[in-house]
């Protein structure tokens, strides 16, 4: 059997058209693939975004929610206790962060030569070491 060129233009015509197959085959397989990693990118972003939101909300939260202790520290503050220490003192410092956020609301003073840290001056009465909530709220009358 011998080929004639019309053969030949038909097996080049069917190559021809398997080659557009492929590349047109090729070319949606590209556009799909842009599209899943478009939205992959879409999704990062927004759960990027997300954390970013409660993050920032948590952050603010905490900063100008209230100290738990807040009444607690004015009502001292109020009936005249004064807490004196040096801030370098390892009692102090535990003494102040009883009252965490609320300790802003202490009236409290830095004195050197004490022989004690801290030491709460109540009612005239001075009281040495670090304090418990109760002993103070017994002292003072305010409810913690």
Known sequence: MQYTPKDNL???REESRCALEEQRIREERF????????????KI?????????VLSFWITYAMLSPGR?????????????????????KYT????????????YI???VKTGLIKRPTWI?????YETVQSFE???ALTGCKY
């Open 10 to 12: 038909e097996k080049r």
């Open 31 to 42: 556009k799909l693939e842009r599209k899943i990693a478009a939205k992959k990118k879409k």
């Open 45 to 53: 972003i927004a759960i990027t975004v997300g954390i970013i939101l």
């Open 69 to 89: 202790y807040d009444d607690f520290a004015k009502c001292l503050t109020e009936k005249g206790a004064v807490m004196y220490g040096e801030d370098w003192c």
């Open 93 to 104: 410092q535990g003494q102040k962060e009883m009252f965490g956020k609320s300790f802003k």
């Open 107 to 109: 009236d409290y003073q």
């Open 122 to 126: 109540i009612g005239g009465k001075s």
């Open 135 to 137: 002993r103070l709220s």
